[in-house]
């Protein structure tokens, strides 16, 4: 309560205040007068840190994700502690909206089977591939990303921009990941039954590469769950945040956020609260200490 009427003090009395909140004006102003206790030094500190950890997110992270950053430096604290003192501060998460549809259903072309049943956790790099498309809205006109993400990091390693839907759009996504990733023979390459996906093109260009194709059920978000969890983040963490005047700066964001923000610098749960970038980095010096 104090804490309060000291932040609103600037907009208010204190007289006000403390008569509105039934506080003891003598009451507050001894309490002013006390040192600060120990917990409360130790909640500053902590609150610095906090800010520190949520401006350094672009102000994206919840308090699972300050909570274990905050872990990785040393600081042993509560999740619930940073929760409230995140709600003190007036800080929080982003929350995604729900995706709209860009699956564009062929009647009567055969589709490949879901090779994958759910099962997202490959334990070695170029497994498994999941690859959607998502739509961005700017005053200039639609813009589409098709991305291609690697389930064992959740890195993407493979994406494209363009202003249509044609199959070319899921073609050079999936030919920069194979220049980037040049994966060996085993790999599967996931999606839904989108029209890109199941195009001639899509599909020749997979088996000369190798890549079993799979495809979930007919309209079940969950049998393409990575790939639909990816696309929330960044309509949440970029998209939704502003307006788009421009094609060019979009594609420009897109680029900035991808390639330098989530691969290399966001924090993943499924990777124990590591970026993608530096759970595989982990993983391979983890690996090469073990040979």
């Known amino acids: 309560m104090h804490r309060f009427i000291a932040a609103e003090k600037v907009n208010h009395s204190v007289s006000t205040l403390c008569r509105v909140l039934e506080v003891s004006r003598t009451g507050y102003y001894a309490a ?45 604290v509560g999740r619930k502690r940073v929760a409230r003192l995140m709600r003190e501060r007036e800080l929080s998460g982003l929350v995604p909206r729900r995706r709209g549809k860009t699956t564009i259903r062929v009647p009567g072309i055969e589709t490949s089977p879901d090779l994958v049943r759910r099962e997202w956790n490959p334990t070695e790099p170029n497994r498994l591939w999941v690859a959607d498309i998502t ?27 363009a202003d249509h839907l044609r199959a070319e759009l899921v073609v050079d996504a999936v030919e920069m990941a194979i220049s980037r990733r040049r994966p060996e023979q085993g790999l599967i390459h996931h999606s839904d039954h989108g029209s890109q996906y199941v195009s001639l093109a899509m599909g020749n260009h997979l088996r000369e590469a190798g890549i079993d ?32 005047p421009e094609k060019n700066e979009c594609r420009s964001a897109i ?16 990777n124990g609260g590591y970026a993608p970038d530096e759970f595989e980095r982990l993983r391979r010096s983890k690996e090469e200490k073990a040979a």
């Open 213 to 244: 194709t799979s495809m979930g059920s007919k309209g079940s978000a969950l049998d393409n769950a990575v790939a639909e969890s990816f696309f929330a983040t960044f309509k949440k963490d970029l998209i939704n945040r502003r307006s788009w």
């Open 135 to 161: 739509y961005v809205r700017t005053w200039e006109g639609w813009l589409y990303l098709a991305a291609v993400t690697d389930c064992y990091s959740r890195k993407v390693v493979g994406w494209s921009i």
């Open 255 to 270: 680029f900035e956020w991808i390639e330098v923000f989530y691969n290399r610098i966001r924090i993943h749960t499924t």
């Open 32 to 76: 002013q007068r006390r040192p600060a206790c120990r917990r409360d030094v130790e909640d500053q500190r902590l609150g610095a840190l906090i800010e520190e950890e949520h401006e350094q997110s672009r102000k994206t992270y919840g308090a699972p994700r300050i909570h274990i950053q905050l872990a990785r430096r040393g600081e042993r």
